[in-house]
């Protein structure tokens, strides 16, 4: 099979297409036909070393596909031909991936492969992130940095399908039209958005604050927050890991709340089922429907992580294998 290979740590340019065997069979997998593969910013960190989680060389990336099973054990309730997203952790960018049991759900029909590889990784993360650490309640208001990324529309949808208000924020007219397709309320650019937000909150600030970014609009993003509101960092695709003087979270008791999802699941893999119960519902009405930016062959597989790297992306971003 055709799979793509970190030989060297020397970022996205130095990823290779490579011919290997396909993964056998094993106790405890699912074999699954990939038909689409997500990309995100972890992978652009795997391919520098970058990432909490560093695999030993050479080893293929991927960590959520789409497509149809091979094969599986019959207690699984999967039979060969069936449809499903699933979440192998690494491998998925490749024409056949193994990924285990705990991690493969059954896809809605309505959902296409390319969505369905676009799901899992920012849509889980982001309901880890608004439910359990954020408390997201009906009717507060939610700021979403790099409000047109895959992170960014995922949590447009959830949040609106939670009964949230939503404020995106972005740097370009074309990233702007993807956030309001998405499903913002209100969408405001980067430069002066702290006083963009008092005057559309009335000066009362937002009960939740996402931001996968980081960087330097992160102590605005603080004083964007109401009393008792919630910034939840997801990330920092700028490269900058900001501090925070804990004096300010004094002032208006605020919280600064770590969102580390793959952390949390990996003590306990079940924690996937619950969510994925929660979520499935909501893909098959048509409510969480992730948008594609863009769709790359394997072999451009350089060219798809570099988008995502130079924070180009609008969308999601998929591989087909």
């Known amino acids: 099979m055709r799979a793509v290979q970190v030989t060297s740590l020397d970022g996205p340019a130095a990823i290779e297409l490579v011919e290997m065997p396909e993964p056998e069979p094993a106790e405890g997998k699912v074999l699954i036909e990939v038909k689409a593969a997500g990309a995100n910013f972890p992978d652009v960190l795997l391919t520098r070393g970058l ?13 959520e596909v789409a497509g149809t099973v091979k094969a599986a054990r019959e207690a699984t309730g999967l039979k060969p031909g069936d449809r499903v997203a699933a979440f192998p952790v690494l491998g998925g960018f490749a024409e056949v991936v193994a990924a285990d049991e705990w991690g493969v759900f059954p896809l809605p029909g309505a959902v296409s492969f390319e969505a369905g590889a676009a799901l899992l990784m920012n849509y889980l993360t982001v309901h880890f992130a608004l439910v359990r650490r954020g408390r997201l309640q009906p009717e507060e208001t939610v700021l979403v940095h790099g409000a047109a990324g895959g992170i960014g529309t995922a949590t447009i949808q959830l949040a609106k399908a939670l009964g949230a208000r939503v404020i995106a924020v972005t740097s370009t007219t074309e990233k702007e039209q993807v956030a309001r397709e998405a499903g913002a309320d209100e969408v405001v650019g980067v430069e002066g958005f702290k006083e963009a937000v008092k005057e559309l909150t009335g000066g009362e600030g937002v009960d939740i604050v996402i931001d996968p970014v980081g960087g330097e609009r992160f102590t605005d993003s603080l004083r964007s927050l109401r009393p008792e509101g919630r910034l939840l960092v997801i ?8 501090t925070v003087k804990v004096n300010r979270l004094l ?3 605020i919280d600064v709340v770590g969102v580390g999802w793959g952390a949390f699941w990996m003590r306990r893999p079940e924690f996937l089922r619950q969510q994925w119960e929660e979520v499935a519902p909501l893909l098959s009405a048509g409510v969480l429907s992730p948008p594609i930016g863009a769709s790359f062959p394997l072999e451009r597989v350089s060219e798809a992580l570099a988008t995502i790297e130079e924070r180009r992306v609008l969308g999601k971003v998929v591989l087909l294998p």
């Open 51 to 63: 990432y909490q989680m560093r695999p030993k060389l050479p080893f293929v990336p991927g960590s």
């Open 235 to 242: 990330g920092f695709t700028a490269g900058e890991i900001p």
């Open 251 to 253: 002032l208006n008791n």
